[in-house]
């Protein structure tokens, strides 16, 4: 093993996105999440290490897991957490980014988290603020939290992620898990495949370093890990593919196509599912070969290491 | 003149006589040194020392400097009807005349659209009492410019309209493009597409690739733009008629449109300076001063476009004026507005294709003036004796750098903010009227 210089703390002051994250930065807050994970499993009591710290969740898109699962990680840390929807809120009354973000800002909180529907808002949001911001998805760009907790689900049944064979399949066009998992697991040396109809694969796709296949035979070989993307319902019905059952056909996980990696390959998804879409119900069920549960519960304890990691304690 | 305000349009003017500029003719295809003597509004006379009544003509020394016919701007959003937040005629002029732009085409694109000769009539009227540039209107192809029906082209024609286009739109329908096409050839009319087949591009944010996809952004391919080329050369062959492409940003385009040249086929076209000076690469951080229509696109097409350029493929060059206020662009990138102003950096971009690529002086400037004027078969953009005198005095080399904040157009959303150019208009005569002064 190469020896690694470990860092002190994270040394930027936000978390947008997994491109241009150095590996060091990376295998610091993957670290950090390895002691929440033990810590979770040892008794899980609230901490105080961000007490008087205020958090907002700011959610311009629906999400329960991700959404709860911040609240969850920042009450476990002490803090206070402020939830803010956009269907309650005035932004609904025509308020722009710029200028909610001018209002919070206001109010001085220590850490924002910002799901937005759109590429490149959360940057945007966090140029009008003085405190970090946690990019918790915007569009089909990034979400980088969720490639952590990936990798870290990874790391705990694989021991190293180095040297890996994985695939992503399905929608990667509108997909920004699958961009955040390609930069992170790329950048810590995991051949990373791409998988699905070509009408779902961006165009050159092949610069982010993947390998591109179009079919799951071809594809599946010998990998891994095997991270399933959920279709959306708008894009089954003639847009982007035929039909659900054609794209289940040939595209859906399941103990056939399984075969073709791995004997212990394992699945990841990260939610919600379509069982019968994307994912043979059964297999998703099947505890041995599928850590999708396991997946939400390194969730809370990434996102433990990233509010502590961006939060400023004096 | 007021010193204050570097504007004036006042009626009255004194005659003047430019002495020791060197004198840029793109008709003569000439740069000479020589006095220039402007009386009653027209060029009076071109010459080697002319000498006059000192009491009867006022004296501007330009040694040193560049006069040429002032800029003939085919590509120019005006804001004004419908969109005076964004920009007014007054607020255009303004920023033309700066600039050295003294001829205006304004796009149909205001609300209402120009799909009819009043809203025509309305406009001009308006730049007459501004007085600091002349403004030129085209009218839609199709009312309301929808792309379904042709509007009244000959009315439009008759009020002044120098061509036809749906301003940012493709006509997406071929019958509808080969009707308008074959109906403007009767009044010799010039039909002027914006290429981009517009079910492909729809929702585009950024030129499809590798950029588009690493951003998370909705893509455009590029062959969007050639795709309606090509089509409407079909077309044009067919009919006939005057057709000229507007903002090309594409290699294949260009590509296109040099073949389509050698064939005979009657096409002309034009791009704009964020073709050939940027590429996409400007869209780092999601800057939405970088989003633009066409968009910009990879390194490859820019190098073509000005091998375009150079090569005379491209007959024009125009500003691609959109202003859009401060509103319109501090957006998530996927919500901001498309455009960027230009009138007021129009002619450094231009110079840089002279001192970075080698572009000829006078083709440069035959590129803003002689060519355009000669596309759309209107009296300017020449030196010619006894036409009225649209000028500029510019400063070669005179280095600056572009703040947007002191621009006089309304918006300031240049995709070349704080970049450091050479090159600067220093006056600029409108009908014999010193109208501008740095």
Same mark, same amino acid.
């Given at each position: 093993?190469?020896?690694?210089?470990?860092?002190?703390?994270?040394?930027?002051?936000?978390?947008?996105?997994?491109?241009?994250?150095?590996?060091?930065?990376?295998?610091?807050?993957?670290?950090?999440?390895?002691?929440?994970?033990?810590?979770?499993? @040892?008794?899980?009591?609230?901490?105080?290490?961000?007490?008087?710290?205020?958090?907002?969740?700011?959610?311009?898109?629906?999400?329960?897991?991700?959404?709860?699962?911040?609240?969850?990680?920042?009450?476990?840390?002490?803090?206070?957490?402020?939830?803010?929807?956009?269907?309650?809120?005035?932004? +609904? +009354?025509?308020?722009?980014?710029? @200028?909610?973000?001018?209002?919070? %800002?206001?109010?001085?909180?220590?850490?924002?988290?910002?799901? =937005? =529907?759109?590429?490149?808002?959360?940057?945007?949001?966090?140029? +009008?603020?003085?405190?970090?911001?946690?990019?918790?998805?915007?569009?089909?760009?990034?979400?980088?939290?969720?490639?952590?907790?990936?990798?870290?689900?990874?790391?705990?049944?694989?021991?190293?992620?180095?040297?890996?064979?994985?695939?992503?399949?399905?929608?990667?066009? =509108?997909?920004?898990?699958?961009?955040? %998992?390609?930069?992170?697991?790329?950048?810590?040396?995991?051949?990373?495949?791409?998988?699905?109809?070509?009408?779902?694969?961006?165009?050159?796709?092949?610069?982010?370093?993947?390998?591109?296949?179009?079919?799951?035979?071809?594809?599946?070989?010998?990998? @891994?890990?095997?991270?399933?993307?959920?279709?959306?319902?708008?894009?089954?019905?003639?847009?982007?593919?035929?039909?659900?059952?054609?794209?289940?056909?040939?595209?859906?996980?399941?103990?056939?196509?399984?075969?073709?990696?791995?004997?212990?390959?394992?699945?990841? =998804?990260?939610?919600?599912?379509?069982?019968?879409?994307?994912?043979?119900?059964?297999?998703?069920?099947?505890?041995?070969?599928?850590?999708?549960?396991?997946?939400?519960?390194?969730?809370?304890?990434?996102?433990?290491?990233?509010?502590?990691?961006?939060? +400023?304690?004096? | 003149?007021?010193?204050?305000?570097?504007?004036?349009?006042?009626?009255?003017?004194?005659?003047?006589?430019?002495?020791?500029?060197?004198?840029?003719?793109?008709?003569?295809?000439?740069?000479?040194?020589?006095?220039?003597?402007?009386?009653?509004?027209?060029?009076?006379?071109?010459?080697?020392?002319?000498?006059?009544?000192?009491?009867?003509?006022?004296?501007?020394?330009?040694?040193?400097? /560049?006069?040429?016919? *002032?800029?003939?701007?085919?590509?120019?959003?005006?804001?004004?009807?419908?969109?005076?937040?964004?920009? #007014?005629?007054?607020?255009?002029?303004?920023?033309?005349?700066?600039?050295?732009?003294?001829?205006?085409?304004?796009?149909?694109?205001?609300?209402?659209?120009?799909?009819?000769?009043?809203?025509?009539?309305?406009?001009?009227?308006?730049?007459?009492?501004?007085?600091?540039?002349?403004?030129?209107?085209?009218?839609?192809?199709?009312?309301?410019?929808?792309?379904?029906?042709?509007?009244?082209?000959?009315?439009?024609?008759?009020?002044?309209?120098?061509?036809?286009?749906?301003?940012?739109?493709?006509?997406?329908?071929?019958?509808?493009?080969?009707?308008?096409?074959? /109906?403007? !050839?009767?009044?010799?009319?010039?039909?002027?597409?914006?290429?981009?087949?517009?079910?492909?591009?729809?929702? *585009?944010?950024?030129?499809?690739?590798?950029?588009? #996809?690493?951003?998370?952004?909705?893509?455009?391919?590029?062959?969007?733009?050639?795709?309606?080329?090509?089509?409407?050369?079909?077309?044009?062959?067919?009919?006939?008629?005057?057709?000229?492409?507007?903002?090309?940003?594409?290699?294949?385009?260009?590509?296109?449109?040099?073949?389509?040249?050698?064939?005979?086929?009657?096409?002309?076209?034009?791009?704009?300076?964020?073709?050939?000076?940027?590429?996409?690469?400007?869209?780092?951080?999601?800057?939405?001063?970088?989003?633009?229509?066409?968009?910009?696109? #990879?390194?490859?097409?820019?190098?073509?476009?000005?091998?375009?350029?150079?090569?005379? #493929?491209?007959?024009?060059?125009?500003?691609?004026?959109?202003?859009?206020?401060?509103?319109?662009?501090?957006?998530?990138?996927?919500?901001?507005?498309? *455009? $960027?102003?230009?009138?007021?950096?129009?002619?450094?971009?231009?110079?840089?294709?002279?001192?970075?690529?080698?572009?000829?002086?006078?083709?440069?400037?035959?590129?803003? &003036?002689?060519?355009?004027?000669?596309?759309?078969?209107?009296?300017? *953009?020449?030196?010619?004796?006894?036409?009225?005198?649209?000028?500029?005095?510019?400063?070669?080399?005179?280095?600056?750098?572009?703040?947007?904040?002191?621009? /006089?157009?309304?918006? !300031?959303?240049?995709?070349?903010?704080?970049?450091?150019?050479? $090159?600067?208009?220093?006056? &600029?005569?409108?009908?014999?009227?010193?109208?501008?002064?740095?």
């Amino acid at each position: 093993m190469k020896e690694e210089i470990k860092l002190k703390s994270y040394p930027h002051k936000h978390l947008l996105g997994i491109e241009g994250l150095l590996p060091d930065s990376i295998n610091f807050l993957l670290d950090l999440s390895q002691k929440y994970v033990i810590y979770l499993k @040892d008794n899980g009591k609230k901490l105080n290490i961000l007490k008087n710290k205020t958090c907002i969740n700011l959610f311009f898109e629906n999400s329960t897991r991700t959404r709860t699962s911040f609240d969850l990680a920042g009450k476990k840390l002490g803090a206070d957490m402020l939830n803010i929807s956009v269907a309650s809120s005035s932004i +609904k +009354k025509g308020e722009t980014l710029i @200028d909610t973000a001018m209002t919070l %800002n206001a109010m001085q909180p220590d850490l924002i988290v910002v799901r =937005h =529907h759109d590429a490149g808002a959360v940057k945007l949001l966090s140029e +009008k603020v003085n405190c970090g911001v946690i990019n918790a998805g915007d569009g089909p760009h990034e979400h980088p939290t969720q490639a952590l907790l990936d990798a870290l689900t990874i790391l705990s049944r694989k021991k190293t992620i180095s040297g890996l064979k994985i695939a992503i399949c399905g929608d990667i066009m =509108h997909s920004r898990v699958a961009r955040s %998992n390609i930069h992170l697991l790329n950048t810590l040396g995991a051949e990373v495949r791409v998988i699905g109809p070509a009408t779902l694969i961006p165009k050159d796709i092949e610069s982010l370093g993947v390998k591109v296949f179009y079919k799951m035979k071809d594809g599946l070989k010998d990998v @891994d890990i095997i991270i399933m993307l959920r279709l959306q319902l708008e894009r089954m019905s003639g847009s982007f593919v035929p039909s659900i059952r054609e794209y289940f056909r040939f595209y859906g996980l399941n103990r056939d196509k399984l075969k073709y990696a791995q004997s212990d390959a394992l699945i990841l =998804h990260p939610g919600p599912m379509n069982r019968g879409v994307e994912i043979d119900s059964e297999l998703a069920d099947d505890l041995d070969r599928s850590a999708i549960f396991e997946q939400v519960r390194m969730g809370v304890a990434v996102r433990m290491a990233c509010l502590k990691a961006l939060v +400023k304690c004096n | 003149m007021n010193l204050k305000d570097p504007f004036n349009n006042r009626k009255q003017s004194p005659n003047y006589l430019l002495k020791n500029g060197f004198v840029i003719d793109p008709c003569k295809n000439k740069i000479e040194k020589k006095d220039i003597l402007i009386k009653n509004k027209v060029i009076e006379a071109i010459n080697k020392e002319i000498s006059v009544d000192p009491n009867e003509f006022e004296i501007i020394d330009c040694n040193n400097l /560049y006069i040429s016919p *002032g800029i003939v701007d085919m590509r120019v959003n005006l804001g004004e009807p419908g969109l005076e937040h964004k920009e #007014t005629i007054k607020s255009a002029c303004m920023a033309a005349a700066s600039g050295g732009v003294t001829s205006m085409i304004c796009m149909p694109n205001t609300i209402p659209a120009i799909d009819q000769p009043a809203i025509i009539q309305s406009i001009q009227r308006k730049a007459r009492e501004v007085a600091l540039s002349k403004v030129f209107c085209t009218g839609c192809i199709t009312r309301g410019h929808e792309g379904n029906e042709i509007s009244e082209l000959q009315l439009m024609h008759e009020s002044g309209a120098v061509g036809f286009t749906d301003g940012n739109k493709s006509v997406a329908n071929a019958r509808v493009m080969k009707r308008a096409l074959n /109906y403007v !050839k009767s009044f010799n009319g010039l039909i002027i597409q914006h290429a981009e087949e517009p079910e492909l591009s729809a929702g *585009g944010m950024v030129n499809e690739g590798e950029i588009s #996809t690493r951003m998370g952004l909705a893509g455009i391919p590029s062959y969007c733009e050639a795709m309606i080329v090509e089509r409407d050369l079909w077309l044009v062959k067919d009919t006939e008629c005057r057709y000229h492409v507007s903002h090309i940003s594409t290699k294949e385009t260009v590509e296109i449109i040099r073949n389509a040249k050698e064939k005979g086929i009657y096409v002309t076209c034009d791009t704009a300076p964020p073709y050939f000076l940027l590429n996409e690469l400007s869209l780092e951080n999601y800057r939405t001063f970088s989003k633009l229509s066409p968009s910009l696109r #990879t390194e490859e097409d820019r190098e073509k476009i000005v091998e375009g350029i150079l090569d005379g #493929t491209i007959d024009a060059i125009v500003s691609d004026h959109t202003p859009q206020d401060q509103d319109a662009k501090r957006l998530p990138f996927n919500q901001a507005e498309f *455009g $960027g102003v230009g009138l007021e950096t129009l002619l450094p971009m231009i110079l840089s294709l002279v001192k970075n690529k080698n572009l000829d002086l006078i083709r440069a400037i035959s590129l803003v &003036t002689k060519n355009p004027s000669e596309i759309l078969g209107l009296d300017v *953009g020449k030196l010619n004796i006894k036409s009225e005198a649209d000028l500029m005095i510019f400063d070669l080399e005179k280095p600056w750098k572009i703040k947007p904040e002191k621009f /006089y157009s309304k918006s !300031k959303n240049s995709p070349f903010d704080s970049i450091l150019v050479e $090159g600067r208009n220093l006056m &600029t005569f409108v009908r014999g009227r010193l109208v501008y002064k740095f």
